[in-house]
């Protein structure tokens, strides 16, 4: 069968070239053509455009809207003259909902994998979702829930997180060895997640520094972004005793006693490999208004909403340099404080499925398709 994949960053390219593995396992003969990036492109030919291509963010969107829709008409011709069997828009809402409406107005079967978070803010689009897609393969438990809510044919299989941590764990040299090679080995050390994008690490890299150089007794050390250049961080890190490491994320939450993480998806990222963390939010007083009024869930964390209460301490704004020093002190210097988190990390972990999640998701769409062939 043919399968026309859209990823529109690097975590989707990540996520949809995994998935294309469960598709070949379950169908040999599988045809592939999509947008992505090189990790989908490892697995299987079939690159019509790379993700960066259409990958601006925020204002940047504003000024690139024409190349943008350029970008998107190029993607529904190529779905019009392949005619695939199913297309299979990956996250990336803001493009792929444009997708998912063409492909269904085409007649085309939608799977939607790694739902938009309509459940969060922008809830309208649950009706869109509904009338262009056929079947949405969510990634988080609570959502199965909700979009039953609105009578859709939704499946859940685990959280793909679950592969990448595993796979990253089979292989890892241990956190003894990591910290020797950073020079690591005297501190107990704390972990700053400080977010994805330059607005997010401007917003909150600064406190976490301030706290870090009044706790010498501590390695702070930074995650660097993948998608942020190096030398965008010297001008916070330069003279203060607080390290950098660059595409080594997961080593460092396997090697780390704690963590300061900005809400994302690097907080249930932290909680799988049972880092005590205290997670921090911080914007512009404008944008976190707006934010405040339309967004409709009680946590800002996927821990703490996946948990169903708050197991994490949630900081923002102007909370953020009291209370991170107050949750850092709590969580490293409180034995039952770190093991009472732990213990509820162990109840995400059993909601968050096996391993094998990408795996299991592409079988189960190749059985779907094969059956509505019959």
């Known amino acids: ?30 045809e592939f053509r999509f947008m992505g990036g090189e990790r989908m492109e490892e697995v299987g030919k079939g690159m019509i455009m790379h993700y960066r291509e259409t990958n601006y963010m925020m204002l940047d969107v504003v000024f690139h809207l024409g190349k943008i829709m350029r970008k998107l008409k190029a993607i529904r011709n190529a779905i019009r ?45 649950v009706n869109l979702l509904k009338r262009y897609t056929e079947r949405l393969f969510v990634i988080l438990p609570f959502e199965v829930d909700y979009f039953r809510l609105f009578d859709m044919e939704v499946e859940y299989h685990g959280n793909p997180l679950v592969d990448e941590v595993h796979q990253f764990n089979q292989s890892f040299e241990g ?20 977010g994805s994008r330059k607005k997010e690490i401007e917003a909150t890299l600064p406190p976490m520094i301030r706290l870090a150089e009044s706790h010498p007794g501590y390695h702070f050390m930074v995650a660097g972004a993948p998608t942020i250049d190096p030398s965008f961080y010297s001008r916070f890190l330069e003279g203060t005793g607080v390290g950098i490491v660059h595409d080594e994320t997961y080593q460092l939450l396997a090697s780390c006693d704690a963590g300061l993480v900005t809400s994302g998806t690097a907080t249930l990222e932290a909680a799988l490999f049972g880092v005590p963390q205290a997670v921090v939010y911080k914007t512009g007083w404008i944008a976190y208004s707006i934010a405040k009024w339309l967004v409709k869930v009680k946590f800002i964390s996927l821990v703490n909403l996946i948990y169903g209460s708050e197991l994490v301490a949630e900081i923002i704004q102007k909370d953020l340099p009291g ?3 107050s949750e850092l002190n709590r969580i490293m210097g409180d ?11 162990d109840s995400i972990a059993g909601k968050l499925g096996e391993y094998g999640v990408t795996l299991r998701i592409g079988e189960r769409m190749v059985e779907i398709l094969k059956a509505e062939d019959k």
């Open 81 to 125: 003259s392949w005619n695939p069997d199913v297309v299979i828009p990956v996250d990336y809402p803001g493009f792929n909902m444009r997708i998912a409406r063409f492909s269904a107005s085409i007649g085309l079967k939608v799977f939607y994998f790694i739902s938009p978070k309509v459940w969060a803010w922008r809830q309208r689009r």
């Open 335 to 345: 034995p039952s404080s770190r093991q009472s988190m732990k213990r509820g990390y």
């Open 323 to 325: 209370r991170m020093e």
């Open 175 to 194: 956190a003894d060895a990591w910290k020797r090679d950073h020079g690591l080995t005297e501190k107990r050390v704390v972990a700053l997640l400080a």
């Open 1 to 30: 069968m043919k399968y026309f994949l859209i990823a529109g960053e690097a975590s989707g390219d990540l996520h949809a070239s995994n998935l294309m593995k469960g598709l070949i396992l379950a169908d040999p003969q599988a």
